[in-house]
């Protein structure tokens, strides 16, 4: 892994020597690796890479003096020194291992001035994983290589979720850190609607992008969203909806007029039909006016699948029937209804005549009943 840091013996006091204000405590020894790989082993040795450029450093703060490095290794001499870049070399004191061999292994020391004492272990060893193979698609993978320290990053296309590591590491061991992970298909929940009989699903696909559409049965009213979608986090964007029975509310009786049994009731009361009939969708209400009324509107209306009536009620006026002809003669102005304050006369046919002495028209009055039948027609022979 490269460039990778990692403390030995962290305490909260390490932040105290490199600023400084102590060396009552072993320093802290950190690593660094401009080229190559590493890993660290359960016994807490570093494992090396062979070939690598590994960096030693001893935390300490320059101005209480410095520290000295001694290792075991027999094979050759080692850099050391304070760092250079300005920001580190007033507290990290460096050894420098280039393309480490694996003579280079063994215990590296850091001792401050005080005889306080730090060490890690290196272990310069050539451990290979086996060799990842570029993953099939869905997988989308970047693999860095093999040898210990190396890692490989996954990730999935939209629409797919990753089940598993999203990056694995070659460990000390030659083995890798996870099994390789894989793409599974975004699946939101399945969606019953079989509980709710009045509920229809017109189209499913519980695939990420796909959508579940809805609808009621004839008669009843969708509540909640006509439609969900399977988003990326596996979810519906909404919950299922419900569906209501549509009822059109009771209309209203006309003034003077009545509603006849529809065609749906059982009550023999009209009375009592009207106060606790429920009106479904389809449901007929016949209406019908009291004698002496004319009624104006639909006599017959229906309740909609909007919850709506097809007709306002109807209303009923207080009219005149058409009184019919005398016998041997026609009424004026012929009508099949008369409003209050309407007159009628009667012509009679060839041969007769109405009575001679003055008879006053019949008139339509304000309850809907004439004043006076017709008058007959006469024939001459009996005048």
Known sequence: MKSQRSGFNLSPLVFMIVRGETEDVPPTIVFGLPAGSAAVEPSGALAVFPGSILHLECLFARKLGNPEWTWTSTFRQYLTGWAIAARERDWK????????????????????????????????????????????????????????????????????????????????????SAEMPRCETIECPPINA??????????????FGGRAVFACMWGHQLLGSQNVECQ?????????????????????IPKSGRIMESQTSRHNSPRKQH???????GALVRFACLPGHQLLGEASIICTENGTWSHPPPVCKVRCPYPGDPPHGRIAPLKFWYKPGDNIQVTCSPGYVTPLEPVRKPTCRENGIWSAPPPPCRSYKDV
């Not at 079989?194 to 695939?207: A, F, K, M």
């Not at 106060?275 to 969708?281: A, E, G, H, M, P």
Request: with cysteine; hydrophobic share 30%.
């Open 93 to 176: 004191y460096r050894l420098s291992i280039y393309y480490a061999k694996v003579q280079d292994s063994g215990i590296y020391t850091c001792s401050t001035p005080r005889g306080l004492s730090n060490s890690i272990r290196v272990h310069v060893v050539d451990v290979q994983c086996p060799v990842l193979n570029l993953p099939e698609p869905p997988l989308i993978g970047k693999i860095e290589g093999a040898r210990m320290g190396h890692g490989a990053t996954f990730e999935c296309p939209v629409g797919f979720k990753l089940e598993g590591a999203a990056g694995i590491t070659c460990q000390y061991n030659g083995k890798w």
């Open 232 to 252: 990326g986090d596996g979810s519906w964007s909404g919950g299922m909806p419900s569906c209501v029975e549509i009822i059109c509310p009771t209309p209203s």
């Open 194 to 207: 079989i509980g709710d009989t009045r509920l229809q699903l017109l189209e499913y696909n519980n695939t």
């Open 275 to 281: 106060q606790t009939r429920v009106y479904k969708v």
